[in-house]
């Protein structure tokens, strides 16, 4: 759904497509996508989701915008908590191994230069598959680069190297920009 005002949308109520509580919208970022624009949302998941369908997570459980069927006193999403645990709980390609969803939400991201490049946040599916994971980029480099300090920016997972208590690419801070620029059209300082 086309969400053109996502700071109404904080604070607010979530239900799945089958009417069930999921928690609150606590927090977005902006999409990668200037075409379409897309946002996410950190949903801060009740007791019941949490323990049931997010194995206790304390993490937010993110959302693209559209996952939104509609909003208004409340959201209503257009899966079920069913399916969002799911993707919560899949596995993704990481270098060698796969770890799940759940473990990269929150982790910090560094170049092979062990530079930080900023956070693991969020993903973007689409019939059942993993399209693209989300980085929220780190604050020195929305500065430098002249790009809202909210945006979350695509990170391929074949650019994941090795997952431990942080997140290392095989790829250098000037190959993720020349990626960004070039596939999404970013124009950096």
């Not at 206790?56 to 993110?62: A, E």
């Not at 431990?164 to 801070?173: E, G, H, N, Q």
């Amino acid at each position: 759904m086309k969400i053109n005002n996502p700071y109404d949308l904080v604070g607010k109520e979530v239900y799945d497509s089958n009417g069930n509580t999921i928690g609150r919208v606590d927090k977005y970022w902006k999409s990668w996508n200037d075409e379409y624009p897309g946002y996410f949302f950190g949903i801060r998941p009740n007791e019941n989701t949490k323990d049931t369908w997010f194995r206790g997570t304390h993490k937010l459980v993110p959302i693209y915008s559209d996952y939104v069927k509609d909003f208004g006193d409340h959201i209503t999403l257009n899966k079920t908590t069913e399916q969002l645990g799911r993707f919560w709980n899949k596995a993704v390609p990481c270098g060698s191994t796969t770890c799940p969803t759940d473990q990269l939400v929150d982790k910090p991201i560094y170049d092979k230069n062990h530079s930080r490049v900023g956070t693991f946040f969020a993903w973007v599916e689409s019939d059942g598959t993993y399209k693209n994971y989300g980085c929220m980029v780190d604050p020195f480099f929305t500065d430098s680069w002249n790009i809202p300090t909210n945006t979350m920016m695509p990170m391929p997972t074949n650019y994941i190297f090795d997952v431990k208590d942080t997140i290392t690419l095989d790829k250098t801070l000037n190959e993720l920009k020349d990626y960004w620029k070039h596939n999404y059209n970013f124009n950096f300082k």
